[in-house]
C-alpha cells in the first residue's frame, strides 16, 4: 500500500471508528487521488496522517492531550492547497 492509499484508508476507517466528518474524508480521499509532489511525501502530507490517525471527535473536552479536532485537520488540508 503507498502512502497515499495508506493516508484514504486511514481517513475511511477514522470516519467509521471515531466519527471524522464525511466532509473531511471527502477531501482527504481527493487529494490522496491526486499526485503528491516529489518522490516521497512531504512533511505536511506526513502530518496529515498523524493528524487523521490521531483524530478524536471529542478532543478538547477534557484530558484528550494527544488527540486531534476536525478543526485542526481542516487546517492542515488549507495549507496543502495553498502550498504552491
Known sequence: ???QDKLAETARRQHE???L??????EIVALSASPVPG????DLY???LQQVEDFDSYAGAGCFGDSVT???IAATLDR???RD
Do not use: C, I, Q, S
Not at 466528518?21 to 471527502?26: D, G
Not at 518522490?39 to 512531504?42: D, S
Open 80 to 82: 496543502l492547497r495553498n
Open 39 to 42: 518522490p516521497a511525501p512531504t
Open 46 to 48: 506526513r502530518l496529515l
Open 1 to 3: 500500500m503507498d502512502f
Open 17 to 19: 471508528e471515531a466519527n
Open 70 to 72: 476536525a478543526a485542526t
Open 21 to 26: 466528518p464525511e466532509w473531511l474524508v471527502e
